[in-house]
Structure formats: structure tokens, C-alpha cells
């Protein structure tokens, strides 16, 4: 394959995502991990947990941890408005319930229009974002959900459920 013939295949590369608002900053996470979005759901909490993890939930029969995805990226804790969701993710063989402010749409973007994050980027720690993607108005971070949470942390959701 020649160079040309790389690019025309990567420039035709689509990523598939789930975007989503966090405060003003929308984020991107690859869909073939994400089961389902719900609407806010009654959280158990669970003592002796970090503060990042809002509890548990009842879902059809099965309990899974659920993660206020806003604490865990350092952002200031909110309460939850009508459009708050959870999005339920596959993950290291685990499901798990992540909150987010709004849900926007399902994106197809060409890879080619992605790009590494800066080094410094305020607010969010620059180790959980895999790319960020460049739209005609707006800009979409793209966040590896795998990198967020530590190993520890995995076997902490997986004690709580």
C-alpha cells in the first residue's frame, strides 16, 4: 500500500461515539462499549466509598455501580436536572453507570479530523483523552474511559456491587 492509498483509508476511517455535555465541554466515548442511556435511575449509595461513586442502581435485575463521571474528572459536583443521564458502559468486563449532564447525539466522524490533545489542557486530565475531535462549530473530547479509573478502583466498583 502506498501512501496515498494510507491516507484515502484513513481519511475514510469513521469513528462511531456517543457525545455528551458536561457542564459546557462535550465529550465523545467510542459506542461499541456503550449498552444503553437512561434517565436518572434511585442510586443507593454505598458506605465507605469515594466520593466519585454515587452508588448503585437496580438495573432490569442486576446491580451496577454507577459513577458521577463529572467528580471523577475533578469538575464541581451538581445536582442532577432533567437531562441528566446514565450511560451504561462495558468495561473491563464490567458494567458500569456513568452520570453525565446531557446526552447529545450518536456522531460518525472521520478519524481524519481528529487530533492528539495539547499537552496542558485546564480542567481534565490530559491521561483520559485519546483525541479531540474537530467539528465544523464546536470541538469533542474524546475520552478513554479505560484510562479513568484506576485498577484499584475497578475492583473497589466490582466489592460494591
Same mark, same amino acid.
Given at each position: +500500500?502506498?501512501?496515498? *492509498?494510507?491516507?484515502?483509508?484513513?481519511?475514510?476511517?469513521? =469513528?462511531?461515539?456517543?457525545?455528551?455535555?458536561?457542564?459546557?465541554?462535550?465529550?465523545?466515548?467510542?459506542? #461499541?462499549?456503550?449498552?444503553?442511556?437512561?434517565? +436518572?435511575?434511585?442510586?443507593?449509595?454505598? &458506605?465507605?466509598? &469515594?466520593?466519585?461513586?454515587?452508588? $448503585?442502581? #437496580?438495573?432490569?435485575?442486576?446491580?451496577? &455501580?454507577?459513577?458521577?463521571?463529572?467528580?471523577? =474528572?475533578?469538575?464541581?459536583?451538581?445536582?442532577?436536572?432533567?437531562? !441528566?443521564?446514565?450511560? $451504561?458502559?462495558? /468495561?473491563?468486563?464490567?458494567?458500569?453507570?456513568?452520570?453525565?449532564?446531557? $446526552? #447529545?447525539?450518536?456522531?460518525?466522524?472521520?478519524?481524519?479530523?481528529?487530533?492528539?490533545?495539547?499537552? =496542558?489542557?485546564?480542567?481534565?486530565?490530559? *491521561?483520559?483523552? !485519546?483525541?479531540?475531535?474537530?467539528?465544523?462549530?464546536?470541538?469533542?473530547?474524546? /475520552?478513554? /474511559?479505560?484510562?479513568?479509573?484506576?485498577?484499584?478502583?475497578?475492583?473497589? +466498583?466490582?466489592?460494591?456491587?
Amino acid at each position: +500500500m502506498d501512501i496515498q *492509498e494510507k491516507t484515502k483509508t484513513e481519511q475514510q476511517e469513521l =469513528l462511531q461515539l456517543v457525545s455528551f455535555k458536561i457542564g459546557e465541554e462535550e465529550f465523545g466515548v467510542d459506542i #461499541n462499549i456503550v449498552q444503553e442511556i437512561n434517565r +436518572m435511575l434511585q442510586i443507593t449509595k454505598v &458506605p465507605n466509598t &469515594p466520593d466519585f461513586i454515587e452508588g $448503585v442502581v #437496580n438495573l432490569r435485575g442486576r446491580i451496577i &455501580p454507577v459513577i458521577d463521571l463529572r467528580v471523577k =474528572l475533578g469538575l464541581i459536583k451538581l445536582e442532577h436536572g432533567k437531562n !441528566t443521564r446514565i450511560v $451504561v458502559i462495558e /468495561l473491563k468486563e464490567q458494567t458500569i453507570g456513568f452520570i453525565v449532564d446531557e $446526552v #447529545n447525539e450518536v456522531l460518525r466522524i472521520p478519524k481524519s479530523i481528529t487530533e492528539t490533545p495539547p499537552e =496542558l489542557i485546564g480542567g481534565v486530565n490530559n *491521561e483520559f483523552i !485519546t483525541a479531540i475531535g474537530k467539528l465544523e462549530d464546536r470541538l469533542l473530547i474524546l /475520552l478513554d /474511559l479505560e484510562k479513568i479509573f484506576s485498577i484499584a478502583e475497578f475492583s473497589l +466498583m466490582e466489592s460494591s456491587n
